[in-house]
């Protein structure tokens, strides 16, 4: 039992679409993450991860989705990430630049929309990730000696 | 032939002294005559010898025949003596009639008539002796009957004791509590059987390994009378009980000095001359102890004595194995009980919390439990329950019950659903009454479901009590029943607090008179704080009364928090992180700051405490502070920890740089004492000046 976040898997039109519904944090963010990547098998066009419960998400959950599109992309699967306009948590989501990592779309109906199209198209389904903008392991961690600055 | 009657004639006439031996010889057969010509010598000889009839004359020079008659009258009160008087001396003949003479005779004597006075004086005489000896019979028969009564009576009196000592004995094998206890009994029996004076038994805790019978730390010993066992080193009885258990049965030593095991014993000031001891068994033959009873004086024990030494300790084996089974179940009990009651309450900001056990008697343990956590909602639960029955079983069922609660709790179930998911669960013979509350501190208000339980207790802080009325059947009463979720909203800064039957429930008095006292005591306690409450409550709430149940007490104030600031300690674990965001969110939502801005700061803050959190290194009591403090306009937030921020890992990353972006300054300074981070952060104008209500 996960504490603080109830996370729910169906399936659209052949898509999984993973709701999450609580808060995301450090004390759950390693098994939400294991279980979204047992839920989807290679012969699926990608996952669909809706956030519109999430009520709070912090720079674990962060790291869990740009981790989860990480994966995604080494097994050719779609990712994508619903959050309504108005969600808190979607302004967290934009000053830690996850857009430019994960298609963000503000309904399920969207993103499923989205996914087959790009699934018809054969193409991976997200935008080029620049990798001087991408955070990437080692390059944008200020330890104590920086924290003066 | 013996002669039948031994008669003395007295007198100084010397011609009748003669004749009248001759006649009575003659006409009386079988007659002995003693003759004395003076009342001297007649006194001489009726000292000396026991006549049937005295004949003496009246008129006699010296002493005369009436002085005579008042000293046989004194000396020989049973003899008849017959008179001689001169002829018609009739005053004389009546004087000594009132003196007490038999008869008189005339002179001339006439000889028939004497003959026949002796013979009805001899009769008279002979009935009298009868009589005298009957009665001495009858008194010796009295006097042996007065001694059987007293031996019998002794006898009974010692049978009763010796029951006593016994019925003693056994009632302590069912009031049992523990192996002290029932020492304490057999030693005191031990005595009044045995009439020691100086009763020892012992209690072997090495069952498991022989060998240590020697050892005294494998004994518990207890001694009696108390003033005798006050002197003794009660280890030293050890080789004694070791002997006589080595032994086998019940041992009579008359003489002490000579007997190896009981001089090794030495039990220094008091002598023990003569000893009974026995070696106490369990029914299948391990050493559960002995007895031994000792006496200053040698040979003071009969076989007798030792045989209900012996009976005796049949009847503290029993009493033993169950003591050590009841402990060993109490043990099992209390030690369940123990780890299913939260060791400490969670530490929540903003809320006072306070929690109270009270075992009741010691009989066993019993199924009271009370909870607290914190959901992931924010709201905080409260349990209260109280299982039928006692020990280890009511203990287990408590525990199914308080572990399944808190999983259908947390998965975010309302009290009522929580409540029918444990009427699904509950064993089938178990009973429980359970309050299940969750309170809202943004709101006030509070859900609950009380499954027959006593109702809980709302406490403004204007002092006004009252109950949280509504409820349903106990747990277990009516399966598959829905039950009643009731709502209530509280006043700021009231205090709730949830209790057992114990507290209300007393013997001899209405339920209601329990409750009215309850509430009352608490009326009158707004001003303590919780712990003071819940202790003015066990003391006026349970006024003097030995309470057999247990009683459990759990309370919770919710304060409102200060707008200008808030100060958060919390334990260095992930899951405090909860707790944290829940306090920031009443704060925030206290300092009237705008959703989207609270929303930053707060996310600001967990990272910083997130940090904290995952540098906690070493003990478990590692905790972190956070203290935030909103001044014209702007938020100020310090968050201290006692771990040092190791350098940068790929998350940390995100974490500074998402503290960076959301406040306007970040400040992260480290020492081997730890890490301060000082984040600073300037709200929008417009909230700005809707926030002066803290200024």
Not at chain 1, 73 to 96: A, C, D, Q, Y
Request: aromatic share 4%; with cysteine; glycine share 8%.
């Amino acid at each position: 039992m996960m504490q603080g976040i109830g996370v729910r898997v169906r399936e659209c039109e052949g898509i999984p679409v993973a709701s999450l519904a609580g808060e995301i944090d450090i004390a759950n963010a390693a098994e939400v993450r294991n279980k979204l990547l047992a839920c989807t098998s290679n012969a699926d066009p990608g996952l669909i991860l809706d956030l519109s419960g999430v009520t709070y998400l912090d720079s674990r959950g962060i790291q869990l989705l740009l981790e989860l599109a990480e994966r995604m992309k080494m097994r050719h699967l779609g990712f994508r990430v619903v959050m309504p306009e108005r969600s808190v948590v979607k302004r967290i989501l934009l000053l830690t630049h996850v857009d430019h990592v994960v298609p963000i779309d503000e309904t399920v109906d969207e993103a499923l929309g989205r996914m087959r199209a790009d699934g018809e198209g054969r193409g991976p389904g997200r935008p080029p990730v620049p990798p001087g903008r991408r955070p990437a392991p080692g390059t944008a961690g200020p330890g104590p000696s920086v924290d003066g600055a | 032939m013996t002669p039948e009657i031994a008669v003395l004639v007295v007198d100084d006439d010397r011609a009748l002294l003669e004749a009248l031996p001759e006649t009575l010889r003659l006409r009386v057969p079988g007659t002995a005559v003693d003759a004395c010509d003076s009342a001297a010598a007649a006194l001489d000889r009726i000292l000396a010898a026991d006549y049937d009839v005295i004949i003496t004359d009246i008129k006699m020079p010296g002493m005369d025949g009436l002085a005579l008659l008042d000293q046989i009258r004194v000396l020989r009160a049973d003899t008849p003596a017959i008179l001689i008087t001169g002829h018609g001396e009739h005053d004389l003949a009546i004087r000594s009639l009132r003196a007490g003479a038999y008869d008189y005779i005339e002179k001339p004597i006439d000889r028939e008539y004497l003959v026949a006075a002796v013979h009805r004086a001899a009769q008279v005489r002979r009935l009298r002796r009868q009589i005298a000896d009957q009665q001495a019979a009858l008194e010796r028969h009295t006097r042996e009957l007065e001694h059987v009564v007293q031996v019998r009576t002794h006898e009974l009196r010692e049978a009763v004791e010796r029951v006593r000592a016994l019925t003693e004995v056994a009632a302590a094998i069912h009031a049992a509590h523990d192996v002290g206890q029932v020492l304490r009994s057999v030693v005191g029996a031990a005595c009044r059987l045995s009439g020691a004076g100086l009763a020892l038994a012992g209690f072997f805790r090495g069952q498991a390994d022989p060998s240590r019978l020697a050892d005294p730390r494998a004994w518990e010993v207890a001694a009696a009378p108390r003033e005798v066992a006050e002197r003794v080193d009660l280890a030293a009885a050890v080789p004694l009980f070791a002997h006589v258990c080595a032994r086998g049965d019940g041992e009579r030593i008359e003489d002490a000095a000579a007997h190896p095991a009981l001089r090794a014993a030495g039990l220094g000031p008091v002598t023990v001359a003569s000893c009974v001891a026995a070696p106490v068994r369990a029914r299948g033959g391990q050493v559960l102890g002995a007895i031994a009873a000792g006496h200053p004086a040698p040979g003071r024990f009969t076989e007798e004595v030792r045989s209900q030494i012996e009976a005796l300790a049949r009847q503290a084996a029993v009493a033993l194995e169950n003591a050590v089974l009841y402990e060993r179940e109490r043990g099992i009990a209390e030690t369940l009980q123990r780890s299913l009651l939260p060791e400490r309450l969670p530490d929540i900001p903003g809320m006072q919390l306070a929690a109270r056990y009270l075992p009741g008697s010691r009989e066993a343990v019993g199924g009271d439990w009370y909870d607290i956590f914190v959901l992931a909602t924010g709201q905080i639960a409260l349990v209260m329950g109280d299982v039928a029955g006692r020990g280890v079983w009511a203990a287990a069922v408590m525990g199914q019950l308080r572990n399944a609660l808190r999983a259908y709790a947390v998965e975010g179930n309302p009290p009522a659903l929580v409540a029918e998911r444990l009427t699904r669960l509950i064993e089938p013979d178990a009973m429980a009454t359970l309050l299940y509350l969750t309170f809202d501190p943004a709101a006030w208000t509070v859900r609950y479901v009380n499954l027959g339980h006593p109702p809980a207790l709302v406490l403004a802080p204007d002092s006004a009590a009252s109950f949280l009325d509504g409820g349903s059947p106990p747990l277990g009463a009516m399966p598959g029943a829905p039950y009643r979720e009731e709502t209530a909203t509280l006043r700021p800064g009231s205090t709730i607090v949830l209790y057992t039957d114990g507290l209300v429930e007393h013997r001899g008095e209405p339920i209601d008179h329990g409750l009215a006292r309850v509430r009352a005591v608490a009326a009158r306690s707004a001003a303590l704080d919780v712990d003071g409450l819940l202790d003015r409550l066990l003391a006026e709430g349970l006024p003097g009364r030995p309470t057999s149940d247990d009683v459990a007490l759990l309370a919770l104030r919710a304060l409102p928090l200060d707008p200008r600031r808030v100060t958060v300690r919390l334990p260095a674990v992930p899951s405090s992180l909860v707790t944290l965001r829940h306090t920031l969110r009443r704060w925030l939502s206290a300092a009237r700051l705008r959703d989207d801005e609270g929303y930053e700061i707060l996310t600001a803050c967990n990272e910083a405490c997130a940090n904290a959190i995952e540098h906690a290194y070493g003990p478990a009591d590692d905790a972190f502070a956070l203290e935030a403090t909103l001044t014209d306009g702007e938020v100020t937030v310090t968050v201290r920890d006692a771990g040092r921020w190791r350098p940068a890992r790929d998350q940390q990353g995100h974490g500074l740089r998402l503290m960076r972006a959301l406040m306007d300054a970040v400040d992260v300074a480290s020492s081997p004492h730890g890490t301060v981070v000082r984040m600073r952060r300037r709200l929008r104008p417009e909230e700005a000046r809707a926030r002066e209500v803290g200024g």
